[in-house]
């Protein structure tokens, strides 16, 4: 079975400090996604990677990098010199190659960047 | 297209009454899925529909939840004889079969039983 562990359940961090969202995942295909999505109060969630098991390379998008690593099933979000505007529920999630392509998510993330 | 939309994005209602939520996905998507998210928690797999057929639903779905997509289009979910445990956020997906692009979510709709 598919399983994605956040075992962060709450981070604050100050403004303009870095902060790492961790994400391990559990899976026996060979062929799957991986997925971080963002969720404000209002509740809507919003797409910010999708990543396939067969590229390992580290993406950068201005203050957001992930950081993907097989060999210890995580897929880590990483987000530089922090903003107020980052503070939400941040969501990994965990889909198979094939069928239903349904995701499986973590429990999130909460997190606050104080001023 | 604007994306997915949810409506209600609210509803309040009295526990043992029925309930329907709708669902418009992105026009060209195929795949359409319903998931719901309980305070704290990731949203979890409802059901998922390819076109108009639903062709797998969660063991959470309980005979008292139905899904529909009639045309290949919007999608409705209809909760009857609605309990305090069903009070959370649902959320409607969208996507093209292969993921090859995006996976779009709504803005869900948040129910409350009373």
């Known amino acids: 079975a598919q399983k994605v562990t956040q075992a962060q359940t709450e981070i604050s961090v100050v403004e303009k400090e870095d902060v790492t969202l961790d994400c391990v995942y559990e899976t026996r295909d060979t062929t799957y996604y991986l997925f971080w999505y963002k969720q404000p109060p209002s509740g809507e969630l919003v797409f910010l990677i999708r990543r396939n098991s067969f590229d390992e390379q580290n993406e950068i998008s201005g203050r957001y990098s992930w950081n993907f690593q097989k060999s210890t099933s995580s897929f880590n979000f990483t987000i530089t010199a922090s903003q107020v505007v980052d503070s939400a529920v941040y969501l990994c999630?965990?889909?198979?190659?094939?069928?239903?392509?349904?995701?499986?998510f973590g429990k999130g993330t909460k997190l606050t960047v104080n001023p | 297209d604007t994306g997915v939309s949810q409506n209600p994005r609210h509803k309040i209602t009295k526990r043992g009454q029925n309930v329907t939520f709708r669902c418009d996905p992105i026009s060209e998507h195929n795949r359409l899925y319903w998931y719901r998210q309980t305070l704290g928690q990731g949203p979890e797999f409802l059901t998922y529909f390819q076109n108009e057929a639903q062709l797998e639903k969660s063991r959470l779905l309980s005979d008292r939840f139905s899904a529909e997509r009639p045309k290949g289009s919007f999608s409705t979910l209809e909760i009857q004889r609605t309990e305090q445990g069903d009070s959370a956020m649902y959320l409607c997906?969208?996507?093209?079969?292969?993921?090859?692009?995006?996976?779009?979510f709504g803005s869900g709709t948040r129910l409350t039983v009373v």
């Open positions: 997906a969208s996507s093209l079969a292969g993921l090859g692009e995006g996976y779009t």
């Open positions: 999630a965990l889909s198979e190659g094939g069928g239903s392509e349904k995701l499986v």
